[in-house]
């Protein structure tokens, strides 16, 4: 059976599976979206995901959308394949992957995502980014990211001493982040340093690097 992946590599949620699929060394069929031609928009599209929104992912009769839904149950259906990502084997490192990728999802992205959307995608779309914005994310990203350095003083990354499902949701939006003027609140804590070129040095990420190309927009 064909596992499908329908999005855009430029896409840090398509760019989040696309790095899981690698990981599980799965062979997957990449479909591609044109979101800027709206294609997420047409029937087709709508028919896999109602929110219009990419990626989706098809696995022989089940449909998903949502990337963090779609990596876990990649990471649970193929637990026995390559690099496992949920700790299946230990209910307790299992349950700490499942708090970090909570943490992910709740407090980085929210703070993240805006500075890497008005930098790199308001440009694409002719739109000046919102600098207000970006100041108030870059507060509150400073605030998580000193959580994280506490945290990874000592463990070697965010569920314990093991890389996980957790660590590789933040991925693609750190990927991103690090090619804006603002990488120093990164590089600027040793331990969330050393984690990042930890986690961005793996394989699976640097060939889902190549694809993600908005690192050479330039503010406007
Ligand atoms: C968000 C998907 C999303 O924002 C997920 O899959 O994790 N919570 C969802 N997709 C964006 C591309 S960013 O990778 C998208 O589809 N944008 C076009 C649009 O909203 O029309």
């Not at 890389?163 to 120093?184: E, I, Q, V």
Request: aromatic letters at 12%.
């Amino acid at each position: 059976m064909v596992l499908k992946l329908h999005g855009f590599p430029v896409s840090p949620c398509t760019a989040r599976v696309e790095a899981c699929l690698h990981e599980k060394t799965l062979d997957f069929e990449f479909v591609p979206v044109d979101i800027l031609a709206l294609e997420n928009k047409q029937p087709s599209f709508l028919a896999k995901n109602p929110f219009g929104q990419i990626p989706a992912f098809e696995d022989g009769d089940i449909t998903l959308f949502e990337s963090r839904a779609i990596t876990a149950y990649v990471a649970e259906k193929f637990k026995g394949t390559g690099y496992d990502l949920i700790r299946h084997e230990n209910l307790k490192e299992g349950a700490l992957v499942k708090v970090w990728i909570e943490v992910e999802s709740q407090q980085y992205h929210p703070a993240i995502c805006p500075i890497v959307y008005e930098f790199f995608g308001k440009p694409v779309v002719g739109c000046k980014p919102d600098q207000t914005l970006i100041d108030a994310s870059l507060e509150k990203l400073e605030k998580v990211l000193d959580v994280y350095e506490t945290r990874l003083s000592s463990n070697k990354y965010l569920a314990g001493d093991f890389y996980s499902l957790a660590d590789l949701h933040h991925f693609s939006y750190t990927f991103y982040f690090m090619k804006t003027p603002w990488s120093s609140l990164i590089n600027d804590r040793p331990h969330v340093k050393a984690w990042w070129e930890d986690i961005s040095a793996r394989p699976a990420s640097v060939k889902v690097a190549e694809g993600m190309n908005f690192g050479e927009v330039e503010i406007k």
